[in-house]
């Protein structure tokens, strides 16, 4: 049974930072991409990056470039998100997902295992 579980949110204040964590079970880590979404109230779920776990290929959506930044743990089966110089509409839940065709996208559609999200509130 595939397992994604996320963690490390929480509330900071603007201008810091937070790591967030997505452990994966039951799935060969390294035949997957993992991604990170976000989704703030009453707005649609958003792609913040992704990883090809295998090679470390990773790309971002242009809100966060230059400051979020997705790396993993093999051994841990672990995917992080280094959050930096967080801004108010940084606010949101943050989901991790799993992709099985092993390609870093940024579509909710193309992955077939989420974890139930891990809120982050960053205050002005």
């Known amino acids: 049974q595939v397992q994604v579980v996320e963690s490390g949110g929480g509330l900071v204040q603007a201008g810091g930072s937070l790591r967030l964590s997505c452990t994966a079970s039951g799935l060969t880590f390294d035949n997957y991409a993992m991604g990170w979404f976000r989704q703030a109230p009453g707005k649609e779920r958003e792609w913040v990056s992704c990883?090809?776990?295998?090679?470390?290929?990773?790309a971002y959506a242009d809100s966060v470039t230059g400051r979020f930044t997705i790396s993993r743990d093999n051994g841990k089966k672990t995917l992080y998100l280094q959050m930096s110089s967080l801004k108010p509409e940084d606010t949101a839940m943050y989901y991790c997902a799993a992709d099985l065709n092993g390609y870093c996208s940024g579509s909710s559609s193309d992955y077939n295992y989420w974890g139930q999200g891990t809120r982050v509130t960053v205050s002005s």
């Open positions: 990883m090809i776990i295998s090679d470390g290929s990773t």
